[in-house]
């Protein structure tokens, strides 16, 4: 039974929902929405399929458009080869059949590693059943589902990877970690720490479990497409990444100091490379996973060069072990300024999505620099992710630490 200070929460959650309902509900089709993530997918799917290029954009184009895309412009699916065994078996289904088959395994993953986590920090049991529901309720996992964006696999390789380190089997837990590799730039702070400590305890089955499960999934995405590879090369060369504008601090850092900068991009990804490999070193005997696996993916996330509001999801274990950490502290008012406080960033995220103060292209250089901060992928990654930070860090310095399984 929940106590009479568990109502507020509770009321909180439910106005969430109802708002995440609303959402969903007007999502999920392409001539509804500016970006449907998963119609890229899609398309790079079939195409790789039935012998084309999955990264060609006039190819994509003429199958995007079969899905209802109606934007004058194709999504391109710039995630690497391996990526192809995940969505070619969805291209064998029409549109509609695929993307309601990708919702539930979107939504599967996100309930999965949210109670995941909550029992690996010990959450309270009595919060368990309204878990699938606080997987709507956080903004980015919402749009992520809209969106039809793949993060939540990258999330679920990421879970994996802690699993099996918290169970000691360093080769498992590699094989879990390359899979985050479907967005390899996101968790490169885990990466560095992770090859970092192998190297210094000289436990290669880690690197070698990354090695055989990238070139597995690699292995499987030459047999839809051979040339994939290649294919992959050529448009990168072709449309390379200087000019892609996304709300990262890399491209404020260039639209402030010089867009011809392209170094600038990955500015904050070679601080914060840095800074880990320091602490890494520092704390070589006395690195815990489990309390700092978090964190660093929060900061990894913050810092990436390339990254989108949906990429956010990826903060779900810092958000869940301080949420917690909210559901420890013996302060009522603590724990009902916490949720007041989560549910505020939510609600502004929420309508900020559905109703942008000013929208820019992601292909199109704003003529404004402070445009940049307006647009509601931009505030996520400059405003409100330091937010999340923010609020975790207060809670953490007010909450009964959580203790170690």
Known sequence: MLDNSSKPVLVLLAVLTVMAVLVLLTGTEPRLALDDDFVEYWAAGRLALTGGNPYDPQQLMEVEKKAGWTQDRPLMMWNPPWTIPFVAPLALLDYHQARFVWFLISYGCLVFCVDWLWRFYNGPLRWRLWLPVLCITFAPALLVLELGNLTPIVLLGSIGFLHFRNRNKPFWAGAGLSVTLLKPHLLYLVWIVWGLRAI??????????????????????????????????????????????????????????????????????????????????????????????????????????????????????????????????????????????????????????????????????PANRLTVFMHPSALWYIVLAPLWWVWARAVDARATPVESL
Request: aromatic fraction near 14%.
């Open 200 to 365: 210094l305890k000289r436990d290669l089955s880690c690197l070698a479990g990354a090695f055989v499960a990238l070139a597995l999934l690699l292995t499987m995405g030459l047999s839809f497409q051979p040339l994939v590879m290649q294919q992959y090369i050529a448009a990168v060369r072709e449309q390379g990444p200087a000019e892609w504008l996304t709300p990262t601090w890399g491209m404020v850092m260039r639209l402030w100091l010089g867009w011809d900068r392209f170094e600038l991009q990955f500015a904050p990804s070679v601080i914060g490379a840095l800074m880990a490999a320091v602490c890494t070193l520092h704390l070589r005997d006395r690195w815990d996973w489990r309390s700092r696996f978090p964190w660093l993916v929060m900061y990894s996330v913050l810092t990436a060069a390339y990254g989108w509001h949906t990429d956010c999801v990826l903060l779900l274990p810092l958000i869940i072990s301080t949420l917690i950490s909210l559901a420890q502290d013996a302060s009522h008012w603590a724990r009902l300024t916490g949720w007041v406080t989560y549910s505020v960033i939510n609600i502004g995220t929420f309508a900020l999505w559905r109703y942008p103060v000013l929208v820019f292209s992601g292909d199109v250089l």
